[in-house]
């Protein structure tokens, strides 16, 4: 236990010292801000258009809720994850490069150990930036408008967080026999290409865990079934995590 908390702690300092964590702090504090703002701002840049230019003709602007503010919080977070997979996706193959893994491994440090301290560094950054963004569109968000009218804000919020952790379980994966950033980035892309491939398949989308990106259905409805792609997201993860450990003893370093 004492090898994989010092391990742990040694992955927190490099997201310090590497600036990653105050980067990736700063997209998603940026994009949480944005969310509100966006949803705020928007009839009145749709009227200054309108003012410029007479060929555009809008009937009416509708009354901004709490709704367009979340709507815009969950496209925004869709962006800042594909920046948060950029910049973890060297999180094993900048060691590979460097030599410094072999080293750790060379004093004992077990490989499933450092599987398992990577992956929860990850998780514990995708965590704090996620509430990061959040909160932050929730604290202007509530404070401007009436929340009332937001329905299961809570699940999807969870939905899409787990979603988010499908992504840190591909990273892992992928970076277990994959020796650059760029193929980890390109493999974990094409599995959630082809998720929206399979999507397009008749009553297939609700098995797929893509699925979990449109949770924000659940702000005006309750009719959305979200557990068959909840299930097989979580069965996903545990199985790519699960994987990991034989595919990195294979490793040659």
Known sequence: MRQLNAFIKKEFTEQLRSRRLYILGAVFLFFGIMSPAAAKLMPKII???????QSFKIEAVKEVSALDSFDQFFKNVSTSLIVF???QAGIFTREYSSGTLLLSLTRGMER???IAAKAF???AVWTACYLVCFGTTYA???YFWDMSVVNDLWTAVLLWWIYGLWYIAMIVFFSTFLNSATAVIVCTGAIFLAGDLLAMIPKAERF???YLSGSSGLLRARDFDYTPALVITL???VLLLSASVPMFNKKQL
């Open 208 to 210: 797929i865990p893509t």
């Open 235 to 237: 069965v996903s993860i």
């Open 112 to 114: 499933r150990k450092v």
């Open 121 to 123: 560094t990850l998780t």
């Open 47 to 53: 009227e200054l258009v309108a003012e410029q230019d």
């Open 85 to 87: 997979v950029i910049m």
């Open 140 to 142: 202007y968000t509530a």
